[in-house]
């Protein structure tokens, strides 16, 4: 259990190995009682689950984690930037920074927005974005951003929570960041755009994967939990339909489901679960969307590739935290690269998330790679191609035991008149010995992540 040298580790083993191991027991039973679900809709069937979760939580330094936040900063603002400018000057594509066939071919790029400014020119107010620590250089990396809806914040709030109840020898004598700042700090982005009105979440109700989060952050942030059909739009301003039909305005949506169900009138017809008309109070200025409409452009694992670039034209800077090394076969040189290593690379496929549509070089026949070369070579802007990091494992108590496990960090960075960085997380980590893949949707589980100095 003393395997890992800092003094931090070495402390919390210390305070660990001291602990009735029954209490392993009662961690698991409290933890029964948030109902932690994460859900799957799948082939047609719905399938609730508990989301796995594991006792021995990550630790970074207080000094490491400063990197971290001043990193993620500068590359959310960068962002950000980057979204205002696409959607209005467009600036970055007609000086040839990023391709305009390459924003134009992004399936998140919604073409219809061009020309519109949401309230303060903020459009990724909440944003996740994920990270693993190289075993090679020790280094952080980002792997991906996500904004449009990023899940999992509630996760270490709630096995926080637990700790503290089942653990505190932790609290007494260790210096743990707080994090039970996080609605607060997600309430304050909803006031600084909102419109005038309630702050409110906007669940697709309870068949979603990550219902429980929904409803656990409008509770802890004092906004309103809602459902579509409990919202209407009346003269482009959207309204709240209270128990007595009574309209009551709303100034801020903190949206849980994706662009394309959001507005029936907008988007698609058949969609039962958006608001009718919100994305013309919207246009008008009259409801701030939290994240805006149009962000899955910066998802885009192809835009990925040039968010360093963003970073160095939007604020003349050197990214603190670099990219995994990244190459694009919608250009001849790295199409060449990636055809003659391919058993060394990671493919994925540019519109898919949460560990699908992800191939492992090393895992593939030869037929299979011949395969891939032919449907890269058809379709190059599709696919991207990574180097494997070689990701550190993280202790976990698995079957009564310590067990190494590939995992990964999602950092959550809001927006708002400062652009924060919640000194929390989300670590993911793989059940299976030698996965890469951590993602919930791919069967991971989570731990906690303290912030610590000594």
Known sequence: MLEKSTELHDKFWEIFSQQDRNKIDEFKL???????NFNLYKDGNFIEQSLPFDVIPRIISKKEF??????????????????EDLYTDAKIVKEGIVPQEFVEQASGYLKEFVGFSPSKKIRAHINGIDLVKDSADDEWVILEDNL??????SYPLSIRDTYRKIYPDFFEHMKIDPIKNYPSIIANAMDYVNTGGLNVVLTPGRYNSAYYEHSYLAEKSGALLVRPHELTVVDKKVYFKNYNGKLIRVGSVYRRLDDEFMDPKFFNPESLIGVPGIVESYL?????????????????????????????YYLGEEPILKNAPTYLPYFKKDMEYIFNNMEKLVIKDVAEAGGYGVLFGHEMSAIQMEDLKTIVKANPRRFIAQELIEFYDEKCYLNKDLQDRKADFRAYVVVAEDVKVWNCGL???ALEEGNYLVNSSQGGGFKDTWVMEL
Do not use: C, H, W
């Open 284 to 312: 008008a200025g009259n409801v701030a969307l939290l994240n805006a409409i149009g962000n899955g452009v910066a998802d885009d694992k192809g835009i990925y590739y040039f968010v360093p670039k963003m970073i160095k």
């Open 30 to 36: 409290y933890m029964d009682k948030f109902a932690i």
């Open 148 to 153: 449009r809806v990023p899940s999992g914040s």
């Open 427 to 429: 670590t993911r980590y």
């Open 66 to 83: 400063t990197k971290i936040e001043k990193g993620l900063q500068q590359r959310v603002q960068a962002l950000n930037l980057f979204l």
